[in-house]
């Protein structure tokens, strides 16, 4: 059969939400969150399209984000 890929928990992420927004975290976010330029428009962009491709947005969606909460990484942060 088909290979089925999976985003399993040990190298996908993990939302968790507090009164100041949330936070994901994951070796596979982290990866790409890294590699942002959080002062450039086009850099957050691109970092949110990878985290609409991973299904990152659709959890955050799922657990409560709204547009204008704050999203926190490893290293650095954005708005939703």
Same mark, same amino acid.
């Given at each position: 059969? %088909?290979?089925v %890929?999976?985003?399993a928990?040990e190298?996908?992420?993990q939302v968790t939400?507090? =009164?100041?927004g !949330?936070?994901?975290l994951g070796a &596979? +976010?982290? &990866?790409f +969150?890294?590699?942002t330029d !959080?002062t450039?428009e =086009?850099?957050?962009?691109?970092?949110?399209?990878i985290l &609409? &491709?991973f299904?990152? %947005?659709?959890d %955050?969606?799922r657990s409560?984000?709204?547009?204008?909460?704050?999203?926190? !990484?490893?290293s650095?942060?954005?708005? !939703?």
């Amino acid at each position: 059969g %088909l290979p089925v %890929l999976r985003l399993a928990n040990e190298d996908g992420w993990q939302v968790t939400k507090d =009164e100041t927004g !949330f936070t994901v975290l994951g070796a &596979k +976010v982290d &990866k790409f +969150v890294a590699r942002t330029d !959080f002062t450039n428009e =086009e850099s957050i962009a691109r970092l949110r399209s990878i985290l &609409k &491709k991973f299904g990152v %947005l659709h959890d %955050l969606v799922r657990s409560g984000a709204k547009p204008g909460d704050t999203i926190r !990484f490893k290293s650095g942060e954005m708005e !939703f």
